[in-house]
């Protein structure tokens, strides 16, 4: 009897497990400061998000980058201690404790053990509340800033997603330009600059703190309450960002980098916000289209032609509204050819939507791997965080494998004919300008502009 197994069957998925999640307990003290504390005692370890609604969104160009400048500055000392002997206190406690700034937030992120929670907390508020910015620690991080931004012009990936985003926003809109800033705009950043943030954004009335792990609720929410007592105010209101619409005609903007030998490439188009009715229809048909090893995209652009070591497509979620990005890098010889195959398969799938066999196992990938990413507690902390950040329903986490399993074939058609217009989506490239125009002005796509 022949023992050998028919590699071309795929196996038979196995039945979806059971997964819950801790349902957190969640407050509001008196200075406006939301709190989410989730138990998860499986080891002796807390982890935590502060969420400051300070990001970059709401800062003018002139100052581009002050989020991400401010957030950097944040450890090098307090009122009470230097740089060093705050490096000192943390390490002591076993604490880790990191500063990131992104669009819609600046999120304080630490993991410690549970008996040192309220003296991180401590070291947490003095962060937060009392930063120093010492003037060789502001200069440290206004020369790491700029030397990023330079670094930042000389990958050809980054150039062509910054190319993107002037593309598709317009000169008034924050998106337009890079997270970090511009190089006319780190000069402009100081600690006067850095403290003035601090003073309107960090504010508990418009902020957030998840704490999960091995903790009891009621002697965490009191440790908050204690750590935080006197901090107050509410940050403004997110600005009015400008309308987004593609230009039309749809341009094909080439970046010029002299003798590349491979081409950066990127298709988009503006895309819902996070909490649209349709982010978790757009999810499932993403998956189908570019979002998984097996979607459409890599399966023509890698397997069957060979042009790539892989093409992803993905929604970028931001709370105002986000884009929608198609990006691979091809040899430059077949740059013509790669677009060309890249649109046509994005054309057809806005025209005819996933298969029923697709849809269904895109619901099945996606309901499988999600507990992957809620394991640790650092993890349920960032998802948590997540719908502090983006203004959604406590529920969104715990209700996530019973409604992505919910979508149908016709839900992720309809939600992609209905915020996906290829035929008006910009094409932009970072490549030998030089080497590719005449191919790309043959496909006919849209008139081709090269910037330097």
């Known amino acids: 009897m022949s023992s050998a197994v028919d590699r071309s069957i795929p196996p038979t998925p196995a039945p979806l497990q059971p997964f819950e999640l801790p349902v957190p307990d969640e407050s509001r003290l008196d200075s406006g400061l939301e709190v989410r504390i989730l138990r998860k005692g499986s080891v002796p370890l807390v982890s935590g998000c502060m969420v400051l609604s300070a990001g970059e969104t709401g800062v003018p160009r002139d100052r581009a980058g002050l989020a991400v400048f401010t957030g950097d500055c944040l450890l090098g000392g307090t009122e009470r201690r230097s740089g060093a002997d705050l490096s000192e206190a943390l390490e002591q406690l076993g604490t880790n404790l990191r500063v990131s700034a992104g669009w819609d937030a600046t999120t304080v992120v630490f993991t410690c053990t549970a008996e040192r929670l309220p003296d991180t907390l401590s070291v947490l508020s003095e962060v937060i509340r009392e930063p120093a910015f010492p003037d060789d620690e502001v200069a440290r991080v206004r020369r790491q800033r700029e030397a990023a931004i330079a670094q930042r012009a000389s990958d050809p990936g980054d150039r062509a997603d910054d190319a993107a985003d002037r593309v598709l926003f317009s000169e008034d809109h924050p998106y337009a330009r890079p997270l970090g800033g511009l190089l006319d705009s780190i000069p402009t950043l100081s600690a006067e600059t850095a403290r003035g943030w601090v003073e309107a954004r960090y504010r508990p009335g418009s902020a957030g703190l998840v704490l999960v792990g091995d903790l009891d609720p009621d002697d965490a929410a009191a440790a908050v309450s204690r750590e935080f007592e006197g901090w107050e105010g509410t940050a403004p209101a997110a600005p009015e960002l400008p309308p987004v619409s593609p230009p039309a005609p749809r341009p094909i903007v080439v970046a010029h980098r002299p003798g590349a030998v491979q081409t950066e490439l990127r298709v988009l188009y503006p895309a819902p916000p996070r909490a649209h009715d349709d982010h978790l229809a757009l999810v499932v048909a993403n998956s189908v289209l570019g979002g998984a090893f097996t979607s459409r995209l890599n399966l023509r652009l890698r397997e069957e032609l060979g042009f790539t070591y892989g093409v992803h497509s993905r929604f970028v979620s931001r709370r105002p509204g986000g884009i929608f990005t198609v990006s691979t890098a091809v040899q430059t010889e077949v740059t013509a050819a790669a677009v060309e195959a890249a649109m046509v398969e994005l054309e057809r799938f806005v025209v005819e939507?996933?298969?029923?066999?697709?849809?269904?196992?895109?619901?099945?990938?996606?309901?499988?791997?999600?507990?992957?990413?809620?394991?640790?507690?650092?993890?349920?902390?960032?998802?948590?965080?997540?719908?502090?950040?983006?203004?959604?329903?406590?529920?969104?986490?715990?209700?996530?494998?019973?409604?992505?399993?919910?979508?149908?074939?016709?839900?992720?058609?309809?939600?992609?004919?209905?915020?996906?217009?290829?035929?008006?989506?910009?094409?932009?490239?970072?490549?030998?300008?030089?080497?590719?125009t005449p191919g790309l002005e043959a496909l006919g796509l849209g008139p081709v502009e090269v910037v330097e």
């Open 353 to 436: 939507g996933p298969t029923e066999a697709e849809t269904a196992r895109a619901r099945d990938y996606l309901a499988g791997v999600f507990p992957l990413r809620m394991e640790t507690g650092a993890q349920l902390a960032a998802r948590t965080a997540e719908l502090l950040i983006y203004g959604l329903p406590s529920d969104e986490h715990s209700r996530y494998r019973e409604r992505v399993r919910g979508i149908t074939r016709d839900d992720a058609a309809a939600a992609v004919r209905r915020h996906l217009d290829p035929a008006r989506a910009p094409i932009v490239l970072c490549t030998d300008a030089e080497a590719v």
